[in-house]
């Protein structure tokens, strides 16, 4: 709805009022239609019907990444990391792991890229979700810090710096001290 001119304070206040924000409450409940399970259910069903692909295989890993983005694309889901996880019968720990090369020394470099530029693609999407409004946020914070290392805060550690080197023992110290020249 096109805001209109205000001349006055008022009139302002008035206009903000009007075009108050939804009830939280309502953002926050289900969005479901019927039909919405059992449309999620046959597309996560396909890809339990694939089998395995040989993950040091480049043209299987590719080829299965094509097919799982293309059946998104047909039932118009959103891909995900859980998603992909299951187009490769795997779960999304191991396929983290795959992606940061963690316990994939079996896996081809090659073969690791194409994964992991799946899986920036979802990223990708899920910015793209939650700037444009596609995503409830509390579910796209959850998924992106869980799924793509994001986190509220960076952890700094501070070390103190000791300007007397080491630790020394006080006997030490008062030692070092006592042999300066004395003014």
């Given at each position: 709805?096109?805001?209109?001119?205000?001349?006055?304070?008022?009139?302002?206040?008035?206009?903000?009022?009007?075009?108050?924000?939804?009830?939280?409450?309502?953002?926050?409940?289900?969005?479901?239609?019927?039909?919405?399970?059992?449309?999620?259910?046959?597309?996560?069903?396909?890809?339990?019907?694939?089998?395995?692909?040989?993950?040091?295989?480049?043209?299987?890993?590719?080829?299965?990444?094509?097919?799982?983005?293309?059946?998104?694309?047909?039932?118009?889901?959103?891909?995900?990391?859980?998603?992909?996880?299951?187009?490769?019968?795997?779960?999304?720990?191991?396929?983290?792991?795959?992606?940061?090369?963690?316990e994939s020394?079996?896996i081809p470099?090659?073969?690791?890229?194409?994964?992991?530029?799946?899986?920036?693609?979802?990223?990708n999407?899920?910015?793209?979700?939650?700037?444009?409004?596609?995503?409830?946020?509390?579910?796209?914070?959850f998924?992106?810090?869980?799924?793509?290392g994001?986190?509220?805060?960076?952890?700094?550690?501070?070390?103190?710096?000791?300007?007397?080197?080491?630790?020394?023992?006080?006997?030490?110290?008062?030692?070092?001290?006592?042999?300066?020249?004395?003014?």
């Amino acid at each position: 709805m096109p805001r209109q001119k205000v001349d006055s304070l008022d009139d302002a206040v008035q206009e903000v009022v009007k075009h108050r924000r939804p009830k939280r409450s309502e953002d926050l409940q289900p969005q479901t239609e019927p039909g919405d399970n059992s449309k999620y259910l046959r597309h996560s069903m396909v890809m339990m019907s694939w089998e395995r692909p040989d993950i040091t295989s480049l043209e299987q890993v590719n080829e299965r990444i094509g097919k799982y983005f293309s059946l998104c694309e047909q039932n118009d889901m959103k891909p995900s990391i859980e998603g992909l996880s299951l187009a490769f019968d795997t779960d999304r720990k191991t396929m983290w792991r795959w992606v940061n090369g963690i316990e994939s020394s079996h896996i081809p470099d090659t073969v690791r890229h194409s994964i992991k530029r799946a899986y920036g693609l979802i990223n990708n999407l899920m910015v793209e979700y939650m700037q444009n409004g596609k995503i409830n946020p509390v579910s796209g914070i959850f998924l992106m810090k869980n799924n793509m290392g994001y986190a509220d805060q960076t952890e700094i550690v501070v070390t103190p710096n000791n300007p007397l080197g080491d630790a020394q023992n006080p006997d030490q110290i008062v030692q070092k001290y006592a042999e300066l020249p004395q003014d």
